[in-house]
C-alpha cells in the first residue's frame, strides 16, 4: 500500500486524496482549516489540522512517510511555496503542486517540484478545442506530438466506408479504431462502413488531425 | 468565422477566450474587472467591461451574437447564476458554465446550463490516477465504459514480444497502437518487440485496464 500526501482540501486537494484513498492507498490530507479537515475524516486515513508552513507540524503529521506530496493551495502563494520547500526539506521524495500563475509555475518548479498542475489552464484549453470543433469529443497528447482524437461521424460521412476516407493518404491519419457503442467495428486496413453515432479514433500529428477537422 | 462570448476572464475564462481567438474565431470577452479588460482588449475581437448580472449591458456587448456563452465566474455564486440566466434570457443557443460546488452544479443544471466544467475536480481525478498507477501517462474516456490509456512499458515487459502480452485473452484489452518517438511501430496482429521508451495504447473496460495495470 503506497501513502500520499495532500496539503490543502480545496475542491482540487479533495479530489485527489479521495480518489487516491478510493483506489486503496493510504492518504495524509492536510488543512489550515478545520471545517475542511472535518469533511474528510472519515474518508481518509488521516485527516489533521496542520499549517503547511510549519514544517515541524508536516513532519508530526506524518508527511515525511509520503512517497508523493501533493500541494493543493490555490490562492495563497506564500503557503504554497512554503509548502514546497517544506516537503523538499522532510525529504518527500516526489513532490507535485498546482499553480494559478505563471510566476507561481516557475518558482514552484525552481523549488524543485516535480510537476506543476494547472487546473483551470489545461481545461480551458480542452474546453476551447472542443468548442472550437463540435465533431472532437475528446482527444489525448501522447506527448510526441502525436494525438489520439474521438471524432464525431459528420452527416456527410454517414453510410462511407473508412477505406474511402481520406485520413491516410492526405492527412497522415490512422485509424486506431472505429466504436459503434461497446462494439469494436473497424480499423484501418478492415471493412468498414461509417454509421452516424459510430466513435471514430484517428492517431496523427496536432496539424494534421486540424486540418481533417476542417475538412469535414 | 463563429462567435463565442466568455463572461469572466479569470485563469479558466481567459484561456478559454485567447485559445477560441487563436484557432481563428471572433471572440467577445466580458469582465466586471477593468485589469482584466484591459489585458485581453489586444487578444480579442472584443473586451469589455460589463457587470454579468446587468443583461442590458451583455446585450449591448454582443453576448446575443454569440452562438455559445461561457460563464467563467467561480467564486461569486450569484453572479454566476445571473449570468445563466441573463444569457438565456438574451437567446443565446448554448451556455457552458464552470461550477465551483455540486449545488451550484445543480442550480447551473437546472437553469438549462447545457453543459457544467468542474477544472478541479477533472483534473483532479485525473492525477490521482496518474499517481496511483505511475504507468499510466494519460488516458482518455471515450464515453461509452471504453478508455484509450497511453501506458509506459515497465522494466518486466522489455524486449517481450506485443503477442506474448496477455491483455487480449486475460483483459479483453486492444493494442491500437505502439508508439516509438514518432513512430507507429505496432499494433495487435503485427510483430513487435517492446522498447522501454514505447508508448503501448491498450483500449478497453475502465475495470479491465485497471485489473492489467495492477498486474504490471
Ligand atoms: N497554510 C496553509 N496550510 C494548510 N492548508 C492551507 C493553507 N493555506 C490554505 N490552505 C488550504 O488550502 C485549500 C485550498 O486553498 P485555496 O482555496 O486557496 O485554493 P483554490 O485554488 O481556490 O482551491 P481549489 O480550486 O482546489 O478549490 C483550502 O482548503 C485552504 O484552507
Ligand atoms: N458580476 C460579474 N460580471 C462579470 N465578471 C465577473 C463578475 N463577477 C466576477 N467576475 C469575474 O470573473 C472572473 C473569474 O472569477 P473568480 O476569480 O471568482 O473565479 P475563479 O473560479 O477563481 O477563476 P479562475 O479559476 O478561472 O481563475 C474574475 O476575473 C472576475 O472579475
Redesign the interface.
Known amino acids: 500500500k503506497r501513502t500520499?500526501g495532500v496539503v490543502g482540501l480545496?475542491?482540487?486537494?479533495?479530489?485527489?486524496a479521495n480518489?487516491?484513498q478510493r483506489?486503496g492507498?493510504h492518504v495524509i490530507g492536510i488543512d489550515i482549516a478545520q471545517s475542511r479537515v472535518s469533511s474528510h475524516a472519515d474518508m481518509l486515513s488521516h485527516a489533521m489540522i496542520v499549517d503547511a508552513r510549519d514544517d515541524v507540524a508536516l513532519r508530526e503529521a506524518g508527511i515525511g512517510d509520503c512517497e508523493?506530496g501533493?500541494i493543493a493551495i490555490g490562492s495563497d502563494l506564500e503557503a504554497s511555496i512554503l509548502a514546497a520547500i517544506n516537503l523538499k526539506l522532510i525529504g518527500v521524495p516526489a513532490v507535485?503542486a498546482k499553480a494559478?500563475?505563471k510566476t507561481h509555475h516557475r518558482i514552484l518548479t525552481k523549488l524543485g517540484v516535480d510537476r506543476v498542475?494547472?487546473?483551470?489552464?489545461?481545461?480551458?484549453?480542452h474546453?476551447?478545442?472542443v468548442?472550437?470543433n463540435p465533431l472532437v469529443?475528446?482527444?489525448?497528447?501522447?506527448?510526441?506530438?502525436?494525438h489520439?482524437v474521438?471524432f464525431r461521424i459528420p452527416q456527410s460521412l454517414e453510410g462511407k466506408r473508412l477505406a474511402d476516407l481520406p485520413h491516410r493518404e492526405k492527412f497522415n491519419l490512422?485509424c486506431?479504431?472505429v466504436?459503434r457503442?461497446?462494439e469494436?467495428v473497424g480499423?484501418d486496413g478492415t471493412e468498414c462502413e461509417l454509421r452516424g453515432d459510430d466513435?471514430l479514433?484517428l492517431?496523427g500529428r496536432r496539424s494534421d488531425l486540424r486540418d481533417f477537422a476542417a475538412s469535414l
Chains 1, 2 share one sequence.
Do not use: K
Open positions: 500520499f480545496g475542491n482540487f486537494g479533495a479530489t485527489v480518489e487516491l483506489f492507498n508523493v501533493v507535485w494559478t500563475t498542475i494547472h487546473p483551470e489552464v489545461e481545461v480551458g484549453q474546453i476551447a478545442q468548442l472550437h469529443r475528446d482527444y489525448v497528447s501522447l506527448g510526441n506530438g502525436y489520439v474521438n490512422r486506431t479504431g466504436m457503442g461497446t469494436f480499423q466513435l479514433l492517431l
